[in-house]
């Protein structure tokens, strides 16, 4: 039988500061144990999969083939019961299955019609993202629970205004997750990587349209995994402080800062999303407050674990983020080993997207200064796969000066990949 969920916060920092400091930096590591079933969870669960048949996606042999075989794959993946719906996306938005803006539930009968409809697919005509989001915003409704989107693209948002799709974006932030996937080469990394950093899902690059299934059927059988919906962090400070940022920092990096929104007096909520019965994840919480004397302690930060449901809020963890000052230069010089990985992991997706951003505008000494910075940090904090990506647009000459030059002939896919998964980070090794 399962076991319901729950959860767990611990508190990694220096809590010792130097008389006068005002910064107060903490990592949190929130982890889920136990489990029980989508489906017992508030309101349910439900899928909606966003299928782009705009005409270029004849134009490149397979794709069409490939986006209606992962399709199915992940309607197959569908937990019995949990509802969904196909959506395909052009210049407008128009329901694959069921016929209405609405879901049915995924029983035999259901997703053997639904990958029916979806062979019958046909490419043709533009590209309006905005479109796609508002017609998967209007089919979950005003369901709770658990509510996941897969979206498909191979192209970039042309045949709508940027205004139209940032509107749209944030009429869905906090209605669902939505995980985005570009497959080939023609699609903008940015534009997808706003939509998921909104929508507080995933984003990468499929560059071999013949993975597509594999990529769909993960990603299915992931959002099966959430048990528990609408969790957030909820940050209490001292009056007079001020939260620089909130981020999720493993396992991707996510700046949840202006994500906040008020829960009290001296509070404040940032959403997590859905969450998995074996899951862990870590944030950097940054603090000012008012500089202390020496043997001055303060309680900087309380940081809850929330599950929201219309006006009520449960608690599902606590953990307290301290402030000691002090005059003891061998206690206050002692950096939290979490911090500091993670604000290296920070910098390594910053110095990555400027490097790649400076070589594509010809600047090659900014390029290959930022990308070398970029190889150093990931050899110092052991990010193999990172390190692995660089390889493909820089021949690395000595990793730990950072020292390389940059490859004369890069393959767009290997490019894009190395900036889809620069949010990517790696897991500090934990005493």
Request: charged share 20%.
């Amino acid at each position: 039988m399962n076991s319901p969920i729950g959860f767990s916060i611990e508190t990694f920092q220096n809590e010792y500061v130097p008389a006068g400091a005002t910064r107060i930096n903490a990592v949190v590591t929130v982890t889920a144990t136990g489990g029980g079933d989508a489906r017992t969870s508030s309101g349910g669960a439900a899928e909606v999969i966003i299928v782009d048949c705009s005409g270029s996606m004849d134009h490149s042999y397979g794709k069409l083939a490939a986006a209606k075989n992962a399709t199915a794959a992940a309607i197959s993946a569908v937990r019995e019961g949990v509802a969904f719906a196909v959506v395909a996306g052009t210049d407008t938005a128009r329901m694959v299955y069921p016929v209405t803006p609405s879901l049915v539930p995924a029983d035999p009968g259901h997703k053997q019609n639904a990958i029916a409809a979806v062979q019958q697919l046909r490419a043709g005509g533009g590209t309006a993202i905005g479109s796609w989001l508002r017609l998967a915003r209007q089919i979950f409704g005003e369901r709770g629970g658990i509510k996941h989107a897969i979206l498909l693209t191979d192209g970039r948002d042309e045949h709508e205004t940027q205004q139209q799709l940032d509107a749209e974006i944030a009429a869905c932030s906090d209605v669902f997750v939505c995980d985005c996937r570009g497959v080939g080469t023609d699609w903008e990394v940015d534009e997808l990587r706003k939509i998921s950093s909104a929508l507080l899902g995933t984003t990468d690059i499929v560059a071999n349209p013949a993975d597509l299934v594999a990529d769909f059927q993960a990603m299915t059988t992931a959002a099966m995994g959430k048990q528990v919906a609408d969790v957030a962090l909820r940050l209490w400070t001292p009056r007079g402080a001020q939260v620089k940022f909130v981020k999720q920092v493993a396992p991707d990096l996510l700046d949840l800062t202006g994500r906040r929104t008020e829960s009290g007096t001296q509070a404040g909520d940032y959403p997590t999303g859905s969450w998995a019965g074996a899951e862990s994840r870590d944030f950097h919480i940054c603090i000012e407050v008012a500089a202390g004397g020496v043997n001055d302690v303060m309680l900087a930060g309380r940081v809850s674990l929330v599950r929201i449901t219309g006006d009520q809020s449960e608690v599902l963890g606590q953990g307290l983020i301290k402030a000691i000052w002090t005059d003891d230069v061998v206690q206050s010089s002692k950096i939290s080993p979490e911090v500091a990985h993670y604000t290296g992991q920070a910098e390594l997706a910053g110095v990555i997207q400027e490097g790649l951003a400076a070589r594509r505008s010809g600047d090659l000494d900014t390029a290959t200064s930022k990308l070398g910075r970029a190889v150093q940090i990931a050899a110092q904090s052991g990010n193999a796969d990172t390190a692995k990506l660089l390889e493909g647009v820089v021949d690395v000459l000595d990793a730990r000066t950072g020292t390389v030059r940059l490859k004369s002939a890069v393959a767009k896919a290997d490019e894009m990949t190395l900036d889809t998964r620069s949010t990517k980070t790696s897991r500090v090794h934990k005493k």
